[in-house]
């Protein structure tokens, strides 16, 4: 008899997340036997909620907020896109060793693949300059994109931001600019700023075109998506980036890639 695979989901709050669901699906097409439980960790105790888990046998973890930052100290392996998103969102033990991985940038260039939108996405523009944006900047660059626009109220921050990610990017061209100079045309521009979800929506100018948006928030109202569909434009919300960096830690865990093709929850 196989003994299922023990995975959970450590975050705080925790009570909405989506992952059990998600990775139960993954389980049910694939075969492979698991249970993905929900973790909340005091705000103090992270730490040891991980070493508990590892401990009693767990196989993996997933991480989200408030402590992906706190899973990229603790580990002893991390991977090159978690370097660069300084931030960790998939855990997994091997030969004693924590390792970690950051698969949401992975998530969210799968979300767009899976899309079908038709272009490449060559020209792309993200607002904001926060945690979000610094986990999909390296896997949007090794997409393929040829320049990447960081747009952020803080300007300071944004230039951090990239200085910080010239060391992993290396063909792509990452620029900065303020919110007040949102203007030209982007293949694809994406949200990952968390001012929607406050009710502050950022206003995009007419001279600012694109082709596609993507609004990294999800199951939220958000203004971006508003304003994109009132241009025409295809959206999508953060629910495919979710999916795809659930199906990317399942395949680091179980070596098996879920078939995103006809996946809905
Ligand atoms: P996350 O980890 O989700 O990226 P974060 O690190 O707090 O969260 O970053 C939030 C992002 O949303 C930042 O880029 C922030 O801009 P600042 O760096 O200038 O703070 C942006 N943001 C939040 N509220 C905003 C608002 N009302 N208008 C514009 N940008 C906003």
């Known amino acids: 008899m196989t003994v299922a695979k023990k995975f959970a989901v450590i975050g705080n709050p925790i009570a909405h997340s989506r992952s059990p669901e998600i990775h139960q ?3 049910k097409q694939t075969g492979i036997e698991l249970s993905y439980e929900r973790i909340l960790a005091p705000l ?15 196989n993996g973890l997933n991480i989200t907020v408030p402590f992906k930052e706190e899973a990229f100290a603790l580990c002893d392996v991390l991977t090159e896109r978690a370097k660069a ?5 998939t855990l997994w033990m091997k030969n004693g060793q ?25 020209h792309i523009l993200i607002l904001g300059a926060g945690g979000a944006t610094r986990g999909v900047i390296l896997p949007l660059a090794n997409a393929g994109a040829a320049e990447i626009v960081i747009a952020n109220r803080t300007l300071t921050r944004a230039e951090s931001l990239v200085e910080d990610l010239s060391a992993f990017v290396k063909t792509t061209k990452l620029q900065v600019i303020s919110l007040d100079q949102l203007e030209g045309h982007f293949d694809l521009i994406i949200n990952a700023t968390s001012a929607s979800l406050a009710g502050e929506g950022i206003q995009l100018p007419n001279t600012l075109t694109f082709n596609y948006a993507y609004e990294m928030a999800y199951g939220k109202p ?20 979710l999916i795809g960096q659930a199906a990317e830690a ?10 995103l093709s006809h996946f809905s929850l």
Do not use: C, E
């Open 25 to 27: 699906a993954f389980s």
């Open 44 to 58: 103090d105790g992270f730490a040891q909620v991980v070493q508990d888990f590892f401990a009693q046998g767990g």
């Open 85 to 89: 998103a300084r931030a960790v969102n």
């Open 98 to 122: 924590l390792h970690g991985d950051n698969t949401d940038g992975a998530g969210l260039v799968n979300a767009i693949t899976t899309l079908n939108w038709s272009r490449n996405h060559s």
């Open 222 to 241: 958000s203004s971006f998506i508003d304003q994109a569909k009132q241009r025409g434009v295809p959206t999508a919300d953060g629910l495919g980036m």
């Open 250 to 259: 399942f395949y680091v865990w179980n070596g098996v890639r879920p078939d």
